[in-house]
C-alpha cells in the first residue's frame, strides 16, 4: 500500500498511469509493465478462502488508464505487521504445585509485598524445545538451564505462540561459561543509568515494545537502550537493524526529552565478548511462558548470556513494574524480560511517544523518488504569501492487505460477516476504495481520480491480477530494489510510509500494522482511517 502526503490544490493525474505522459509534462514516467502471464487458477486458495466467483465492477475503472501499472508478482516477500495474540495456555506441570503466597498482578499497589519464595534462576544459555519453564516458582521435569542457542525455522508462527524448537548446540557439556557482566562493559566515567528490554515477536510489536520500554525508563529516570529490530519467526532472517535507520531518534528526543541510546553505540557485536545480562522477569516472560522466538534471536545475535529473575511479583502493569524497580536505584542497569505486554494507562504510549516518532530522511526520500518516477510531478504553484514557489506533493490512496500467514489466524477466529474485519477480500476492498473516491472525487472526473498502491504480503498470481485489473500497484519491494538500499526491514517501513502520508489509507481492524498507520494518519494529517 502506498501513501504520500498531499497538498490542497489540485494537480494533474499523472499520466504514467496510463503509460504515456504528455510531452508537455516535462516529468519522468514510469514504464509499462508487462502483462501479467496468466497461471492456471487452483481448485482451492492456498489460505483456504473463498473462492469469489465473478469480477467487481468500478465505476472509477474504465478511463482509459489503470489508476496504477502493476509490476510483475514477487516469489518472495516480507511479511507485515503481527497477528492478534491469541491467549496463553502453558503446559501442565507433571510435578505438585506447593501453595504460596500469590498476589493478583492485575492489581496495581504500592503496598508492601510479601515474596515469593523462588528457586534460584540459573544462567540461561541454550534453550531447546524441551526446555523447562518456571511456572510459580516450580521447574518443569524437563532439564534445561541455559537459554539462548541457535534459532531455527520451527519457531513460533504466530505471535500466540510462545514454544520454540532448536536443536542441541554442538560441543555443548551442558556447563555455561562464565561471562563477563553486562555492566563491566560500560565506561569507567559514564554515570548513565540505563534501562533495556527484550524485544518481542514481529516488527509492530517490537515497535510497541519500545514505547512501552520509553515509559518505565521515563518514569525511573534512566535512559532506554533500544534493542534493533531483530528477525522474527515470520520472516526468519537472522539480521537486525537498529530503529534509527528508519525513525529519526534525535528529533524524537528533541521534541520529547526522552533519553534513548541504541546498543550499537555502547557495544560492537562483532567484537564484544559474550556477557551476563540479568533481565526481571515482567509479564510472565521467563516464568509463565518462554521468552519468544526475537528475544533469542536478539540475544544470540549481541553475545548475551541472559539470566532471568523473578521480581517480588510477576506483574504486567506500568505501576507495579516501576514500584517493584524503583528500589534498584544504584544499579548500573535494569533489563525486564517483556515490555510489549505491559499495561500502559489509558494506552498513552502513542500519545507521549509514538506519534514523536517521525520517519528518517532517508526513508523519506526513498518514496519520494519512486513516486517522482511513476506518476506525474504536480505543478508547482506560487504562495502569494511568500511569493515563493511551492510543488504540491504527490496524492494516492493506499490499501494494507494482509494476507499469507494472516489467513489461518483469521480462519480460527473470525468467521462468517465477521471475516470482512481481518481477511477481506481484494473485492470488498475494491468497493469500499470506490467509496473513497466518490467522497474525493464527487464529479467522478477521471482526471481527479486518484492512484491505488497496495502495501500486501499477497502473492497469489490471480490475486496480483485482480489488483491489475482494477488499476492498482501492489508495492514490489523485489522491483523496487528496497531491501538492497535499505536493508531487510526496509520493504516494511516503505508499507509504513506509503500508509502514513496517503491521502486515505484502507486498512484492516485486527491488524496492528494497519492501526499503526491509522494513528499516524491521525497525528500527522488530521485524517480519518477508512477501517474494513
Known amino acids: 500500500m502506498v501513501v504520500l502526503h498531499i497538498a490542497n490544490p489540485p494537480f494533474a493525474r499523472s499520466d504514467s498511469l496510463s503509460c504515456q505522459a504528455p510531452a508537455s509534462s516535462g516529468s519522468s514516467t514510469a514504464a509499462c509493465a508487462p502483462p501479467l502471464r496468466s497461471q492456471p487458477r487452483p481448485d482451492e486458495d492456498e489460505d483456504g478462502q473463498e473462492d469469489v466467483s465473478g469480477e467487481y465492477r468500478s465505476p472509477f475503472r474504465n478511463h482509459d488508464r489503470p489508476r496504477a501499472a502493476l509490476p510483475h508478482p514477487a516469489e518472495n516477500s516480507m511479511v507485515d505487521g503481527q497477528a492478534p495474540e491469541a491467549p496463553y495456555t502453558s503446559a501442565p506441570s507433571t510435578l505438585p504445585i506447593p501453595q504460596q503466597p500469590q ?45 539462548i542457542g541457535d534459532m531455527n525455522d520451527h519457531s513460533e508462527e504466530y505471535e500466540n505462540s510462545e514454544e520454540s524448537e532448536e536443536g542441541e548446540e554442538a560441543g555443548t557439556d551442558g556447563q555455561t561459561p562464565m561471562a563477563v557482566p553486562f555492566e563491566s562493559t560500560f565506561d569507567a566515567e559514564d554515570e548513565t543509568q540505563y534501562l533495556t528490554y527484550l524485544p518481542y515477536a514481529g516488527i509492530t510489536n517490537q515497535f510497541y515494545g519500545m514505547l512501552r520500554g520509553m515509559e518505565v525508563a521515563k518514569a525511573l529516570g534512566r535512559t532506554l537502550i533500544i534493542p534493533p529490530i531483530t528477525a522474527s519467526s515470520h520472516d526468519k532472517s537472522k539480521q537486525n537493524q537498529p530503529w534509527s535507520k528508519f525513525l529519526d531518534l534525535s528529533k524524537f528526543a528533541e521534541l520529547t ?11 560492537d557485536s562483532e567484537l564484544a565478548e559474550v556477557n551476563e545480562l540479568k533481565c526481571g522477569i515482567t509479564c510472565g ?95 508547482s504553484v506560487i504562495d502569494s504569501k511568500t511569493n515563493t514557489e511551492i510543488t504540491p506533493t504527490h496524492q494516492y490512496l493506499a490499501i494494507h492487505a494482509r494476507r499469507g500467514d494472516f489467513a489461518a489466524y483469521c480462519e480460527s477466529n473470525f468467521k462468517g460477516p465477521r471475516m470482512v474485519h481481518c481477511l477481506p477480500s481484494t473485492e470488498q476492498f475494491a468497493e469500499r476504495i470506490d467509496v473513497v473516491q466518490s467522497r474525493l472525487n464527487p464529479t467522478m472526473d477521471p482526471e481527479q481520480v486518484l492512484p491505488v498502491f497496495v502495501a500486501t504480503n499477497e502473492r497469489r498470481p490471480e ?70
Open 103 to 147: 498476589v493478583d498482578p492485575t492489581q496495581d499497589s504500592e503496598q508492601t509485598v510479601q515474596p515469593i519464595e523462588e528457586p534460584p534462576l540459573k544462567s540461561l544459555h541454550h534453550i531447546s524445545d524441551g526446555s523447562k519453564e518456571f511456572d510459580n516458582g516450580v521447574e518443569s521435569p524437563v532439564p534445561t538451564d541455559k537459554i
Open 257 to 267: 526529552g526522552t533519553k534513548v541510546v541504541e546498543f550499537h553505540e555502547l557495544r
Open 285 to 379: 516472560f521467563g516464568s509463565k511462558r518462554t521468552i519468544d522466538f526475537t528475544a533469542k534471536g536478539f540475544l544470540k545475535q549481541w553475545k548475551f548470556n541472559v539470566s532471568l529473575e523473578p521480581l517480588r511479583i510477576d506483574a504486567n502493569k506500568l505501576d507495579t513494574i516501576t514500584s517493584l524497580l524503583r528500589p534498584r536505584s544504584q544499579d548500573k542497569y535494569l533489563c525486564i524480560s517483556n515490555t510489549y505486554k505491559i499495561s500502559v494507562k489509558d494506552k498513552s504510549e502513542w500519545e507521549r511517544f509514538g506519534q514523536y516518532l517521525h520517519f528518517t530522511e532517508e526513508l523519506e526520500s526513498f518514496v519520494q523518488e519512486f513516486l517522482d518516477q511513476n506518476l506525474v510531478k504536480p505543478t
Open 463 to 532: 490475486e496480483l491480477k485482480k489488483f491489475a485489473d482494477l488499476g492498482w500497484r501492489y508495492l514490489d519491494h523485489d522491483e523496487m530494489g528496497t531491501a538492497d538500499k535499505l536493508g531487510v526491514f526496509g520493504p516494511m517501513m516503505v508499507d509504513q510510509v506509503f500508509m502514513a502520508h496517503a491521502q486515505a489509507l484502507v486498512g484492516i481492524q485486527m491488524s496492528t500494522f494497519s492501526r499503526v498507520g491509522a494513528l499516524r494518519q491521525r497525528d500527522w494529517h488530521g485524517r480519518k482511517m477508512e477501517y474494513m
